[in-house]
């Protein structure tokens, strides 16, 4: 027999399950992505964080705090990383916007078209 507890789990697990999926936060992917290809402490917050969500590690070999790195980056850059926390807690349609772009700062940092390159 189902406690109160387990109960209301259930209904909140189907809640869930019924709500559509998010947009896809396009322009604050785009934003995190820029400042992740930069050589500055809030673009390697960005990476850190990107890379993190992807569940990889950040490609400069920076060990990063995962969470944690939202309070190294400013207010704009925070924003778009909680909009697209938000986005990837969440129902989505697919999980290829986030590795796209992880994927092309990967990409950009190996071919050295980013500030900051992979460190050997």
């Not at 992917?29 to 809030?42: F, Q």
């Not at 917050?45 to 309070?71: M, N, Q």
Request: glycine content about 10%.
């Amino acid at each position: 027999m189902a406690t109160d507890t387990s109960t209301a789990a259930i209904e909140q697990l189907k809640k869930h399950l019924r709500m559509p999926p998010c947009p896809v936060p396009e322009s604050s992917l785009k934003m995190l992505h820029d400042a992740a290809l930069d050589d500055t402490g809030a673009s390697q917050a960005c990476r850190s964080f990107l890379f993190w969500l992807g569940g990889g590690k950040d490609p400069t070999g920076y060990a990063g705090s995962g969470g944690l790195e939202l309070r190294r980056m400013d207010g704009d850059l925070k924003d778009a990383s909680i909009e697209v926390l938000t986005w990837w807690a969440g129902p989505t349609h697919s999980d290829a916007p986030l590795h796209d772009v992880l994927r092309s700062i990967r990409s950009r940092l190996e071919s050295g078209t980013a500030a900051n390159p992979v460190r050997s």
